[in-house]
T-cell receptor, first 115, second 112 residues
Framework: GAVVSQHPSWVICKSGTSVKIECRSL??????MFWYRQFPKQSLMLMAT?????????EQGVEKDKFLINHASLTLSTLTVTSAHPEDSSFYIC???????????FGSGTQLSVL | ELKVEQNPLFLSMQEGKNYTIYCNYS?????LYWYRQDPGKSLESLFV?????AVKQEGRLMASLDTKARLSTLHITAAVHDLSATYFC????????????FGQGTRLTINP
C-alpha cells in the first residue's frame, strides 16, 4: 500500500534555531500534502496545505513566515520551523494521497521539543 | 465553518463490553474518516465512509454514517485490551476532500 515517510521522528533543538521536517510519498506522486500540528492530549489541527509547484495555503492563525513549506517535487514536502521557541514544541504530522478520491495516508509524525 | 464534535472524550470500559463513540459534524460533507492513534504514534486509518447509510466493519469495530443527521458512530463489540487508544473522526471540508477537520478524539481505555 501507499506509504508516507516523515523524517526525523523526533528532534530537540535550542530556542532560536530552525528545524526542517521532511514528508515523502514513497510509492506515489502527491500533488497535495497537508501539515498538521498536535499538542499533547489534543486533536490534530491543520496548519497548511502544501501544493507542488506553488505556494502553500495556510490556515488562519498560522504564521507563514514562521512555518515555511516547500513542495518542490511530487514526492517531497518540507516544513521548516524558523526561529523555534518552546511554544512550538509539538507533534507535527503530514499527510498525502494519490488523488482527491483516495484515502489519506499519514506520516509517522515528528516530535519537536524546543529548549 | 465546519465543526466536528466527538463524545465521549474519555471512555473507560471493561473487556467484553460493547460501546459506541459518536461523531457529530456541523455542515454537509461527502466523506468521514475514523482513525486510531496510539500514544506517541501517528494515525492509523480505520474507515472511510462515503455515503449515507454506509456501514463498514473490521474485526470488533464497526462504523456507520448518517449524512442527514450529520452523525457517524464507531461501535466496539466485545472490547479487548488491544483496542485501548485514542480514536478520532475527521470530516472532509467543502474546500477539498482531503482537507480534514478532526474531532477532539476519544481516549479509550479497556480494562481487563
Amino acid at each position: 500500500g501507499a506509504v508516507v515517510s516523515q523524517h526525523p521522528s523526533w528532534v530537540i533543538c535550542k530556542s532560536g534555531t530552525s528545524v526542517k521536517i521532511e514528508c515523502r510519498s514513497l510509492d506515489f506522486q502527491a500533488t497535495t500534502m497537508f501539515w498538521y500540528r498536535q499538542f499533547p492530549k489534543q486533536s490534530l489541527m491543520l496548519m497548511a496545505t502544501s501544493n507542488e509547484g506553488s505556494k502553500a495555503t495556510y490556515e488562519q492563525g498560522v504564521e507563514k513566515d514562521k512555518f515555511l513549506i516547500n513542495h518542490a517535487s511530487l514526492t517531497l514536502s518540507t516544513l521548516t520551523v524558523t526561529s523555534a521557541h518552546p511554544e512550538d514544541s509539538s507533534f507535527y504530522i503530514c499527510s498525502a494521497s494519490r488523488s482527491d478520491n483516495e484515502k489519506l495516508f499519514f506520516g509517522s509524525g515528528t516530535q519537536l521539543s524546543v529548549l | 465553518e465546519l465543526k466536528v464534535e466527538q463524545n465521549p472524550l474519555f471512555l473507560s470500559m471493561q473487556e467484553g463490553k460493547n460501546y459506541t463513540i459518536y461523531c457529530n459534524y456541523s455542515t454537509t460533507s461527502d466523506r468521514l474518516y475514523w482513525y486510531r492513534q496510539d500514544p506517541g504514534k501517528s494515525l492509523e486509518s480505520l474507515f472511510v465512509l462515503l455515503s449515507n447509510g454506509a456501514v463498514k466493519q473490521e474485526g470488533r469495530l464497526m462504523a456507520s454514517l448518517d449524512t442527514k443527521a450529520r452523525l457517524s458512530t464507531l461501535h466496539i463489540t466485545a472490547a479487548v485490551h488491544d483496542l485501548s487508544a485514542t480514536y478520532f473522526c475527521a470530516v472532509a471540508s467543502f474546500q477539498g476532500a482531503q482537507k480534514l477537520v478532526f474531532g477532539q478524539g476519544t481516549r479509550l481505555t479497556i480494562n481487563p
